[in-house]
C-alpha cells in the first residue's frame, strides 16, 4: 500500500483564468481566505503589522508583494503527489557543483512546508556524504535497511531506525554505506528494492545521484525517476558537463527526463560566475529544460556541514523555497 500525502495547509490566494468570461483577463478567487474577514492571518512585519496591532485588527492592510509571492511558492510546494509517491534524482556529471547540497536544501524546503513524509537517500556508490548534511542519529546504512526488510513488511517505526532526521526541517537521510572494505557496488537490484520499500512509507524521495551516468545504480536511478534536478554552477566547464548531461538523456530514451528537468544554477563560492555570461547559461538552459532555478552562494552551505534552514540567508532559503516549489509543479502528474 502506498501512503498517500496530505493535502495542502490552505487554499493560498489562487488566480483563476477567466477563459469562462473574457480572454486574457485574469481575477483573483473567491476563496474563504479572501472574503472572511477573520480568516486572513495577522500581518507579522513592518508598518502593516503595526496599523493592524494599533487598529485593535479593524484595519488589515493588504499583504505586501513579497508575502504574495511567498503563498503562492508555498501553495505550489504543497501540490498532492499524484499516485501517493513521486521521486526526484539530483544528479550531476561533474563533482565539486553543491550537488549533495542542493539535494539536502530541496529536501529541506519540501519536508518543512508539506505535512508529508520527505527522505533523501544516498545513491552515491563511492561512499556519499549525504548523511554528513544533518545530525546522525544512527550509523546504519541502505544495505543495513534491505538487509533489516529481506523476507517481511516493517512498519514505518522500524524503517524510521535506519534514518537521520534534520531538527529544522523534518527531512529524514539514508546514507549509503561508509565501510572502506566494502567491495561490492551499490547495484541497480539495491537500488530499485529500496525504492519499492520507501514508496510505502514516503511521499516523495529524492535520490542523491552518484557523478557520472554510467555508475552501478544510476539505470534504475532514471527508470524510477518522475523528474531530475540537474546541479551545475556558473563555468564552462560544468556548463558544458551538464548540457552533457541532457545530450546523454535524449540520447539514451530519458529524453522526457531531460525536457522536464530542473537546473539548479549553484554558486558555491562568493563572486561566483564573474566572468561567466550567466544569463546565456540560464538562456541555454531555459531552451532545453523545464526552469532555471539560481541558488546563491552561502557561507553556511560554505562550511560543507550540517545544513540548518534557520542559518540560511534568506536569500537562499527562498531559492530553496523556489526550487521546491519548481519540482512541486510536477507533483501532479
Known amino acids: 500500500m502506498t501512503l498517500q500525502d496530505h493535502p495542502p495547509a490552505g487554499p493560498g490566494d489562487a488566480t483563476v483564468p477567466l477563459a469562462l ?7 483573483e478567487a473567491l476563496t474563504p481566505d479572501r472574503l472572511l474577514l477573520g480568516r486572513r492571518d495577522a500581518p507579522v512585519h513592518g508598518w502593516r503589522r503595526a496599523v493592524y496591532r494599533l487598529s485593535w485588527g479593524r484595519v488589515h492592510p493588504p499583504e505586501s508583494a513579497g508575502a504574495s509571492r511567498r503563498r503562492e511558492l508555498i501553495s505550489r510546494v504543497r501540490t498532492p503527489v499524484a499516485g501517493g509517491h513521486h521521486r526526484v534524482a539530483v544528479l550531476s556529471l561533474k563533482g565539486g557543483v553543491g550537488k549533495t547540497t542542493t539535494a539536502v536544501g530541496l529536501g ?12 533523501a537517500m544516498d ?3 563511492d561512499h556519499g556524504t549525504l548523511s554528513e548534511k544533518v545530525r546522525v542519529e544512527t550509523p546504519a546504512s541502505v544495505r543495513d535497511l534491505l538487509q533489516m526488510a529481506a523476507g517481511q513488511t516493517p512498519r514505518y517505526a522500524d524503517v524510521r531506525a535506519f534514518t537521520s532526521q534534520s531538527v529544522s526541517s523534518r527531512l529524514e537521510i539514508l546514507a549509503s554505506s561508509r565501510d572502506p572494505e566494502l567491495s561490492e557496488a551499490f547495484s541497480d537490484e539495491d537500488y530499485l528494492a529500496v525504492a519499492e520499500l ?6 516523495i524521495c529524492i535520490t542523491d545521484c552518484g557523478t557520472g551516468l554510467l555508475h552501478s545504480a544510476m539505470g534504475a536511478v532514471l527508470e524510477l ?9 556558473p563555468s564552462v566547464a560544468a556548463a558544458r558537463s551538464a548540457s552533457t548531461t541532457l545530450d546523454w538523456l535524449e540520447a539514451h530514451d530519458h529524453g522526457h527526463l531531460a525536457r522536464s528537468a530542473t537546473v539548479a544554477l549553484s ?9 561567466v555570461d550567466v544569463g546565456a547559461l540560464r538562456e541555454h538552459f ?7 532555478v539560481d541558488v546563491p552562494f552561502d557561507p553556511h552551505l560554505a562550511e560543507d556541514a550540517e545544513v540548518e534552514l534557520d542559518l540560511l540567508a534568506p536569500a537562499t532559503r527562498e531559492a530553496f523555497l523556489v526550487l521546491a516549489a519548481t519540482v512541486g509543479d510536477g507533483f501532479g502528474g
Not at 198 to 203: D, I, T, V
Not at 225 to 233: C, E, G, K, R, S
Not at 286 to 292: G, P, S
Open 21 to 27: 468570461c473574457l480572454p486574457g483577463v485574469e481575477v
Open 108 to 119: 529541506s524546503a519540501l519536508a518543512a512546508v508539506r505535512g508529508d513524509r520527505v527522505i
Open 123 to 125: 545513491a552515491n556508490p
Open 198 to 203: 520507501l514508496e510505502n512509507y514516503y511521499s
Open 225 to 233: 525517476a518522475d523528474q531530475i534536478v540537474l546541479v551545475t554552477i
Open 267 to 275: 554558486s558555491i563560492r562568493p563572486g561566483g560566475g564573474a566572468g
Open 286 to 292: 531555459d531552451r532545453r529544460c523545464r526552469a532555471v
